[in-house]
């Protein structure tokens, strides 16, 4: 008596004859990226609202040159990460 015929089984797309798929960021380290970005951007604000409040009430603490360099340099690089954060979940989303 023959053995019945079983149709071959697919396999996974990710499991390609090239080894499964490795340029994948995940999702812990894009988590990751934004929540960096939503703090340097919330402290940043925080050290400019700190230097203008310093400005209009005419003091001048110690500290306020380090105030400029976080506001000035902290901004946009916290939303360079927020942005980086979008465009990488934009490209993992169109790759599926």
Same mark, same amino acid.
């Given at each position: ?26 999702? $812990? $380290? ?20 700190? $230097? ?9 603490? $110690? ?34």
């Amino acid at each position: 008596m023959p053995s019945p015929q079983t149709a071959p089984q697919p396999r996974p797309a990710s499991d390609d004859a090239r080894g499964p798929r490795t340029d994948r960021v995940p999702g $812990a $380290a894009l988590r990751t990226l934004l929540a960096v970005g939503v703090a340097v951007t919330a402290l940043s604000g925080l050290a400019l609202i700190g $230097a203008l409040a310093s400005y209009f009430l005419g003091v001048t603490p $110690a500290f306020l040159p380090v105030l400029y360099g976080l506001s000035l340099f902290g901004l946009p690089l916290g939303f360079t990460l927020m942005v980086l954060h979008m465009v990488v979940s934009a490209v993992r989303r169109s790759r599926v």
